[in-house]
């Protein structure tokens, strides 16, 4: 048993739970307490390996078993066999289909072509020209995340695992992370009106245990651990896979670039990020945008309000 | 793991992803264009009000305790606004437990809330008929008032979103429009107050006529960045109309009606106010662009 959890074991036998705020005065100041600040750990991360995901949708259940999360509503996405459609405030994991299967025209359209089942040889011989990629998606946890920054209760923050973590007991539902997530990620929850996400699992992470989709992927394409040897796992993953001549194979968000810092989930892909729904080159808005945004708008306010004093002095024309 | 079939690349045109908008739209709505037609309304009001009041105090001294009630009515409008549209509303305090400038939110909050004390003072004393007290509050105030100008643009075009993250304009457009609108506004209490035949009229009817044409080019500018970003909600034509919709009643027609002089200047005032709404409900719903989204 860890440290964290004997100490948490002790306050609640000991009846130290936490308060909550009770009636509306104490709420209106329950967000300005501030808790302990955690003990350092080492920085984690996910490594994904889209080429090895069967599509099985095991991360996307232990995902929502664990977090007890409420079941969407299943239907068919009409352009693939995903029923579970995207991440929301309710599913913080979801694995994409991304199905290529050949057009077929003429009477036998929407058909796959039969195979000769006479001829294993036959089968074995036919070029391939079906592809279905999956890819289990979540959180990013950037590692200098546009939703903190726009975050103006200070209720999402990082974690001593360096994952991004939302206080929802702090989250006002103003939608600034929404707005500012340039994966699609977070989404305000229609049950509370606070933004939710993937957590990675704080909970199990200080009980010492793996998140639970890591824990229950049947094939390992979900990795965990710490942030270096995911990287280095990742790259050696990279070079086997291209030496058997998925040359399009690339990793994504492993290395920072001018315009976004790295992340502490990265992939393996085999074809383009947009392929994957992924935006090719993500931009965090505070790094490119914020400042020059803000200093065109002061430029021009400082005419607007020039113009005024100056025909103010002069009366006018 | 079989061997690759297809060149890499290949995917991005049969991908149901490829052509799926990879954000989420935040729930920014109605509410939200109401919310910043009233900031932009009481901030401006009140910037040319008080830039009146410290530059020529004798031409706006009997309208501006009247202004500056209306520009307090206003943001307190505006922040209830702010506050029904968070999904949770009784945490509206839970903005003030940090300050955060890489926040635009954060910038707006606490520039909207000492704006708001500061300016229910400013009526207070302008009220009681203290001018010189007046008249240092209210360039207090200005500080404030600024930062609340100046965050609500970037608010949107400092995001992910379709539409708001091309437009490197937009910010300058919402404050360009504040002083605008805060113009036309001061202008109608003028000629309401049966001032408009003099000079501070005259000056805030020439600089409103400066701020149209202002107005225009950061339109243009604006539109010509987004049409790349946004293929537009209800097709390209819809969305030209409303563009040249809020060019001509918002500011050609003003325009001309301003140069006419001040026959028919509350009628131009009412019309960049009237078109001020429609300006911002196409800016704010820029990002629902009618993109495939899961049904």
Redesign the interface.
Known sequence: MTRDVQDAVTALSQGERPEPPRG?IA???Y??ARGARPVDEPACAFFTDT??CIGCKACEVACKQWNQLPVDDVRW????YDNT??LSATSWRHV?F???FPAIAGPAAGALPAPALDDIEAILAE?????W?MLSDQCKHCDDA?CH???????IVYTEYEGVFIQSD???????C????????????EI????HKCTMCLDRLRDGLPPACAQACPTGSIAFGEHREMKEQARERLLA?RE??????RLYGDEPSSAYTELHNMYLL???P??????EQP?S??LV??T???L??????A???A???V??????? | MVAPAKAAGALLATSPYASRRQTKVPGWAGLTAWDVLFNNLSLGLFLVTALGMLVRPAWFASTATAAYIVAFVLVLVDLSLLVVDLGDPPRFTHMLRVAKRESPMSVGTWSLSGYAALLFLVCIVSVAGWEDVTRVLAAVTLIPAAGGVLYKGVLFSATSQAGWRASRWLGALMAESAVLVGAALLLAILVLSHQGGGEGASAVRAALAVLLVLQAVLLIATALEVRRDVPGRYGPLAGLVVWIGVLAVGIVVPLELLLLGNLFQIVAALLVVAAAPVLRYALVFLPRDGRKEPS
Do not use: M
């Not at chain 1, 996405?77 to 693939?80: A, I, Y």
């Open positions: 509306p709420g209106l100041f967000g300005f080429s090895i996405s009409g352009d693939s459609f995207e994409k991304i199905e290529d070029p391939r020209t079906a592809r990629l546009p920054d726009a975050c103006p209760s200070g209720a702090i989250c006002v539902g103003c939608s600034s929404v707005a500012a997530c340039p994966f699609g990620v977070i989404t305000r929850s509370d009106g606070h933004a896979v058997r001549g998925y040359d399009g194979a085999l074809d383009e947009q392929a994957y729904g992924l935006p931009v808005p505070r945008r914020l020059g945004d803000y065109r708008a002061g430029a021009v306010l005419v607007a309000v113009v005024v004093v025909l103010l002095l002069t009366g006018g024309f």
